[in-house]
């Protein structure tokens, strides 16, 4: 078997830059991103997800946000039109057990918006380098949510070109039971 195989075009074209051009992006176009994020699934249709982000049209909201990122994805991050980090609730609305599935299903409504960004020209780029706390502190998080990632969404700077996509095999990803390479994938 092949160690790639055919994906559908917007999966295949989706990537993470961080040059971007600063250019406005429609607001009903960033509607239909975030609809795509509140069509995702989630554990007991739960819907943990809650995203804070800000455009450069609101720029001193804007401004909060970024400064929660550290300094080196500060320095690309500024050019996008969207700032923004993604939060889970910790717990379930139905009964207040915790819900230990709130990030998985929050990256999972954070992947649709980027395949839906994706239709539309668009690039996000997800960063682990942020602040925590600052971001919890800054923005007003309730206690119930934890702090997922920070994201960046704009349209790719003139001239940038996608690099080859690098992957691990399939092989290493998808097992089976005892931790072996599956038949799925393997030849």
């Given at each position: 078997?092949?160690?790639t195989q055919?994906?559908?075009?917007?999966?295949?074209?989706?990537?993470?830059?961080?040059?971007?051009?600063?250019?406005?992006?429609?607001?009903?176009?960033?509607?239909?991103?975030?609809?795509?994020?509140?069509?995702?699934?989630?554990?007991?249709?739960?819907?943990?997800?809650?995203?804070?982000?800000?455009?450069?049209?609101?720029?001193?909201?804007?401004?909060?946000?970024?400064?929660?990122?550290?300094?080196?994805?500060?320095?690309?991050?500024?050019?996008?039109?969207?700032?923004?980090?993604?939060?889970?609730?910790?717990?379930?609305?139905?009964?207040?057990?915790?819900?230990?599935?709130?990030?998985?299903?929050?990256?999972?409504?954070?992947?649709?918006?980027?395949?839906?960004?994706?239709?539309?020209?668009?690039?996000?780029?997800?960063?682990?380098?942020?602040?925590?706390?600052?971001?919890?502190?800054?923005?007003?998080?309730?206690?119930?949510?934890?702090?997922?990632?920070?994201?960046?969404?704009?349209?790719?700077?003139?001239?940038i070109e996608?690099?080859?996509?690098?992957?691990?095999?399939?092989?290493?990803?998808?097992?089976?039971?005892?931790?072996?390479?599956?038949?799925?994938?393997?030849?």
């Amino acid at each position: 078997m092949p160690d790639t195989q055919p994906l559908h075009e917007l999966l295949a074209q989706r990537w993470s830059p961080r040059d971007y051009d600063p250019r406005a992006i429609d607001p009903a176009v960033l509607r239909s991103l975030f609809e795509a994020a509140r069509s995702s699934f989630s554990c007991f249709n739960e819907q943990p997800w809650r995203f804070v982000v800000a455009t450069k049209a609101e720029p001193e909201d804007y401004a909060l946000i970024l400064d929660t990122l550290v300094p080196f994805n500060q320095n690309w991050a500024k050019n996008a039109w969207l700032v923004g980090l993604s939060f889970g609730k910790k717990t379930f609305a139905k009964n207040g057990n915790p819900n230990r599935y709130n990030l998985h299903d929050t990256g999972a409504a954070l992947a649709d918006l980027a395949v839906q960004a994706t239709a539309h020209g668009l690039y996000v780029h997800g960063m682990g380098g942020y602040d925590a706390e600052k971001a919890r502190t800054t923005l007003g998080i309730p206690e119930d949510y934890e702090v997922g990632c920070a994201f960046t969404i704009g349209y790719l700077a003139d001239g940038i070109e996608m690099p080859p996509r690098q992957r691990n095999p399939l092989t290493d990803q998808f097992l089976r039971p005892g931790w072996t390479t599956s038949p799925l994938v393997s030849d």
